[in-house]
């Protein structure tokens, strides 16, 4: 069969738009073909585009020949322009159902599909990531993303009325800034360059120019783990403000958690009922516990940590099963966070970092930063880093650098959390793992 062209057809409606009450009205639907089905007299197709879904009907009697060939025509999930009449009709799925006075076919699907879009077949979260485009067309997929979208706003809109001004700074970068996380290197000229693994300087030397600065952009982990909540490449929330310490910071990070939470609940309720996500907001005030005390709290539990050591996955889970909500873990040894945090004075093995946890899960960390170039000098040094390599960091540090805090948020983590999925490549459009460069 010949294809159409879309010509001067535009949408009138989408799907959802169509009720009982437009009855008689002439209007014209885009979308992709659901369930097809021949009943003689009669032939059925779902048309469905991203609000939702329609049936459209075609009584043999009632329709042109032209229509009912282009039916027989189609094929699962091809894409499709559909004018018609409304009419109510008590039978169909939502009441009401669209008859077609004409069809054009814009794009064929090919079959058999790669997965089944109905998802009465299940396939595997592989074959899934393969077809992606075909995978997010499922109304459960759909409403992940529908609420990424919500919390991407959310979040904007809240750090805006906090006074934070978004940035957007290099991803192509000279040197590492989280020294637990490898790099990938990146051929830049007659140079070796990196991807950044952290706005973390760029951040922190900026609020020395708009005092508080925030960054949504991608970070990169050349880190090895093939687990269902890491990935190689995520989208981080950063912030930092001048003039703040830990704590101003920690409060920020609590109220923005508790007010997505919130917001997500009462705004994204059909998403959650999508998902089957009976979403919680964390009670607050968020427990603030120490490192040491997370450590006896595991050791009581039997997991052994040593003092010094990050946490495992596995004393992660422990405290997760402990504290079965939000909590921050404070107090840090200094040697496990990185170089620019700032140690604490009256105890110099400690540092003014934090993480902020949910169950098991890290969502975030941060601290008080160095403000002072010597300390900083110092820290570099004790971490096996070399100051020179700082330089153009450091530089900065002698134009009156100020006093600063922040931190970076997870938001495919965060998204798990909100819409109870278990794997993180569930969050991400395409995801980037250990094994997947491609879609
Ligand atoms: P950190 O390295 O802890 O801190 O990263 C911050 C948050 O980003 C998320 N994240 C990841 N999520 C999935 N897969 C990964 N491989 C991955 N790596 C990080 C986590 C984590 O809590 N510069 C500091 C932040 C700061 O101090 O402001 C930093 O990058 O949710």
Not at 18 to 45: N, S
Not at 228 to 245: G, P, Q
Not at 335 to 355: G, T, V
Not at 390 to 415: A, C, Q, T
């Amino acid at each position: 069969m010949e294809l159409d062209h879309l010509g001067d057809w535009r949408r009138t409606h989408l799907s959802k738009e169509i009720t009982a009450e437009l009855a008689g009205a002439e209007v014209i639907l885009m979308g992709w073909v659901g369930d097809i089905r021949d009943m003689g007299g009669l032939k059925f197709f779902v048309l469905h585009d991203i609000g939702g879904s329609i049936q459209i009907t075609a009584p043999r009697a009632k329709v042109s020949e032209k229509v009912l060939e282009k039916i027989d025509a189609l094929t699962a999930e091809s894409s499709v322009a559909v004018r018609g009449k409304v009419v109510a009709m008590e039978q169909a799925p939502r009441g009401v159902e669209v008859v077609p006075d004409d069809i054009k076919i814009l794009n064929l699907a090919a079959t058999p599909l790669p997965l089944d879009p109905s998802g009465r077949i299940r396939a595997d979260l592989d074959t899934r990531l393969d077809a992606r485009v075909l995978d997010l067309r499922r109304p459960r997929q759909q409403a992940i993303f529908k609420i990424r979208h919500k919390v991407l706003q959310m979040v904007r809109e809240f750090l805006i009325s906090k006074n934070f001004m978004e940035v957007n700074t290099p991803k192509i970068v000279a040197t590492a800034t989280e020294s637990g996380a490898a790099l990938f290197p990146v051929s830049y000229f007659e140079r070796e360059a990196f991807l950044s693994q952290s706005p973390q300087l760029y951040k922190e030397v900026l609020t020395a120019c708009f005092d508080r600065v925030f960054e949504i952009g991608p970070i990169f982990r050349a880190e090895e783990h093939d687990t269902t909540r890491h990935l190689n490449e995520v989208m981080s929330i950063d912030i930092e403000a001048a003039f703040a310490t830990q704590d101003d910071v920690m409060d920020t990070l609590e109220e923005l958690i508790i007010l997505v939470f919130r917001r997500v609940r009462e705004e994204c309720g059909e998403e959650l009922k999508t998902l089957k996500h009976d979403l919680v907001e964390p009670k607050s005030p968020f427990p603030r516990i120490t490192y040491d005390e997370a450590l006896k709290m595991l050791d009581d539990a039997g997991v052994k940590v040593s003092w010094g050591e990050d946490l495992p996955t596995p004393a992660e889970r422990k405290l997760g099963e402990l504290i079965s909500d939000a909590y921050f873990i404070v107090d840090w040894p200094l040697k496990i966070k990185p170089f620019y945090i700032q140690l604490r004075e009256d105890k110099p093995d400690l540092c003014y970092a934090f993480d902020l946890m949910y169950k098991d899960l890290e969502l975030a960390s941060g601290g008080t930063r160095i403000h002072r170039e010597e300390l900083l000098v110092k820290q570099l040094k004790q971490k096996g880093l070399n100051p020179e390599h700082f330089e153009s960091h450091l530089k900065n540090y002698r134009l009156g650098m100020v006093p600063h805090g922040g931190w970076g948020l997870g938001l495919d983590r965060l998204i798990m959390v909100l819409t109870g999925i278990e794997n993180i490549r569930e969050a991400v459009i395409f995801p980037r793992d250990r094994r997947r460069l491609t879609p």
